[in-house]
């Protein structure tokens, strides 16, 4: 029987799922005429920059500090590579075009999306303002960068959008997923995005923070979105519920991923000479690594806050650290070979290195399989402790089988499985007694 004390904290749990209770009425036009106000500017600030930014990627920059440069725009060394690869400017503003009109149409979706399906709460207006203000004004604002003869309103407005952007994304980890603030002081965090943005876009050149010694735009990140990856990790232990652990779950992922992708792509360099060189591909891969690295936010988002619960996180993250943990083995133990072996064997082959290329690549793809596996252990014993004692639990149950003859025995064991492996409150095991049933021809059969 259901009792009124039981009923009200079944209540209380499916709201705690829900999240805070939806707009209605005055207050939700209200929302969405802010929302509506803002998007449109934000749609206008985008319209505006497209000539002067399409006219930025068939010129080249002349300023050797890249300070009065766009992003994706090319310098004056970085030409050579065009040259070596027989692409003309207007090609590469062409790629350049393309993949930015790509990652701006993916932020621009995934928040009209969001506003389609999440218009009735604040979390949902405000993400999916979020994602469409950081698409407009583009990845590293390269859209905004463009704008020249602004009226001065509209001007003073955008540059409040503009830096007001920055402190929201801080916003949106304090929040998300549910539209509270966890812990309830963490709103006072939002002053360190604020101080931020001061130190990048009030100073000027060159005592803004883009020109500081790196040790300390170093400490500014780890201080700024360790912050607010904090506040994320606290409310996924102490306060989340199932479900918004998946969501907090696709909300890291994204944002992960676009860090790593970033780190990897700045330091390759650094790995690899080679890319240093005036012509090498490298010196024209900004438009890609800026949209291989960021897609994955706006995509993570969408599905965190819509389609959370089709996706299984745990397979896709388990899969990530396998093969990103393999893929950083497999390359040290290739430039282990391929430096080492050029070192040792120079005195046999001279100083080609085609030799050492061939067997060091083919060590490689002989240790790809077994170097999986055990890292899959690894991620397995390590991240997933308690599938992996299920799993194991279960494997050793399934050799019992074959061994084992006596019932009372075998019932023991099975108890024992599921007793590790479900971890039910309570358990009991039932077997249907057999009996005789007489068929036609009169025979005896025993029948579970």
Known sequence: MRTPGKELAEEKLINTERGPAPLRGRKLVVWRIFWGLIALFDLGVLAWSIPGFIAQQHTVCLDLTRVNCGYYQLTLMQTAALKHFGLSLDGYAAY???LDGLITLAFLLVGALIFWHRSHDQMG???SLLLITFGCTGVSEVHVNVLNNVPLPLLVFGSLVV????PALGLLFYLFPDGRFVPRWSWLLLFLFLIQVGLYAVLPYPYNLDHWPLAFQVLDQLVIYGSAAGTQIYRYLAVATPLQRQQIK???????ATLLLTVAFQAAPAIFPLLSAPDSWYQLASPLSFFISYIAIPMSIGIALLRYRLWDIDVLINRTLVYGLLTATLLAIYLVLVFGGQYLLVNFVGPSNAVVLVISTLIVAALFHPLRKQVQHLIDRRFYRGKYDAAQVVAHFSETLHQEVNLEQLCSHLLIVVQKTVQ?????????????????????????
Not at 426 to 447: A, D, F, I, Y
């Open 424 to 448: 039910p409150t309570s358990l009991s095991l039932w077997l249907c007694p057999r009996k005789p049933q007489r068929e036609r021809g009169g025979s005896h059969v025993l029948t579970d």
């Open 163 to 166: 830096i007001l952007q920055w």
């Open 96 to 98: 350049t075009l393309t």
């Open 250 to 256: 696709w909300l890291a992922f994204g944002f992960v």
């Open 125 to 127: 207006l405000f993400v």
